[in-house]
T-cell receptor
């Protein structure tokens, strides 16, 4: 049973600070890791993807992956009120047989305080 | 560019009724997926398809059926609606070329379904 765990929050961060979101996963064979942002009542929107150990930066966002610890994180620098949303961690284990779906965590509700 | 389009956006069903949730994509993606999201929860995979005529079960397929007659369309059928199927349903699609494990899934706007 593939599982993805996230702290549901809410995580409250002052505007301009760094928001740190964490995720652990159970399937050691997992190969692809994604962070989606979801505003209330809206569909998930991809923020970051990461496939190799280490850091990946894109603008104010940095994804970090540690496969040995089965841990993936998302850092948001210079947090803005518009970053307030639920952040979903998603993991895919590619079995080679086709298009396996993503396994999602329950999401972390992030609140950026002005 | 429309992307992934879902209809209807909202629907209220009575227990025992049937309905089809429509999903169409114009990105020429072979892979398509149906997820459901209950309040405060992550998304759970219902069914997926790797191409026309090929479908497979996901984590929570009971109470649902799918078909895939064309590359563009992937409808989800509820035969006998139950209150447990009250949820938000998302359709997604992804590219089938390149390194499959890295392919991004793009989501539609969702269908909010209530079964009363």
């Amino acid at each position: 049973q593939k599982e993805v765990e996230q702290n549901s929050g809410p995580l409250s961060v002052p505007e301009g600070a760094i928001a740190s979101l964490n995720c652990t996963y159970s399937d050691r064979g997992s190969q692809s890791f994604f962070w989606y942002r979801q505003y209330s009542g809206k569909s998930p929107e991809l923020i970051m993807s990461i496939y190799s150990n280490g850091d990946k930066e894109d603008g104010r966002f940095t994804a970090q992956l540690n496969k040995a610890s089965q841990y993936v994180s998302l850092l948001i620098r210079d947090s803005q009120p518009s970053d307030s949303a639920t952040y979903l961690c998603a993991v895919r284990m590619y079995s080679g047989g086709g298009a396996d779906g993503l396994t999602f965590g329950k999401g972390t509700h992030l609140i950026i305080q002005p | 560019n429309a992307g992934v389009t879902q209809t209807p956006k909202f629907r209220i069903l009575k227990i025992g009724q049937s309905m089809t949730l429509q999903c169409t994509q114009d990105m020429n993606h072979n892979y398509m997926y149906w997820y459901r999201q209950d309040p405060g929860m992550g998304l759970k995979l219902i069914y997926y398809s790797v191409g026309a005529g090929i479908t497979d079960k996901g984590e929570v397929p009971n109470g649902y059926n799918v078909s895939r007659s064309t590359t563009e369309d992937f409808p989800l059928r509820l035969e006998l609606a139950a209150p447990s199927q009250t949820s938000v349903y998302f359709c997604a699609s992804s590219y089938s070329g390149g390194q499959l494990a890295k392919n991004i899934q793009y989501f539609g706007a969702g269908t909010r379904l209530s079964v009363l």
